[in-house]
């Protein structure tokens, strides 16, 4: 079965840094663009950054500068290390795969992590 686990979501203070890790299996992880999404209470989700197969990444605007997808294939995990954190990232972070696309598109992925809560205080 397909399996999008992450992890490594916390409360951290505005400017500090967390890295959050989705682990994935079930699928031919090099052939999907993996990305990571994020929702926060009242918003709709929105694409934060994605990586390709041969380690193009895109970003939102506002991360830009800050925070870094990364893959390591031979163990099937994405990352997303965010520095300079602001109050405004806090939300739920989703681990995402898409076979066809690799945008910040929301809509045309084909599988989901659960979530790992991210909150940045002031």
């Known amino acids: 079965q397909v399996q999008l686990v992450e992890s490594g979501g916390g409360s951290v203070q505005a400017g500090e840094s967390l890295r959050i890790s989705c682990s994935a299996s079930g699928f031919t992880f090099s052939r999907y663009c993996m990305g990571w999404f994020r929702q926060a209470p009242g918003k709709e989700r929105e694409g934060v950054a994605v990586?390709?197969?041969?380690?193009?990444?895109l970003y939102e605007d506002s991360v830009k500068g800050r925070f870094t997808i990364s893959e390591d294939n031979a163990k099937n995990t994405v990352y997303l290390q965010m520095n300079s954190l602001k109050p405004e990232d806090t939300a739920m972070y989703y681990c995402a795969a898409d076979f066809l696309r690799c945008g910040l598109d929301t809509s045309s992925n084909d599988y989901w992590g659960q979530g790992t809560q991210v909150t940045v205080s002031s």
């Open positions: 990586i390709a197969s041969t380690g193009g990444a």
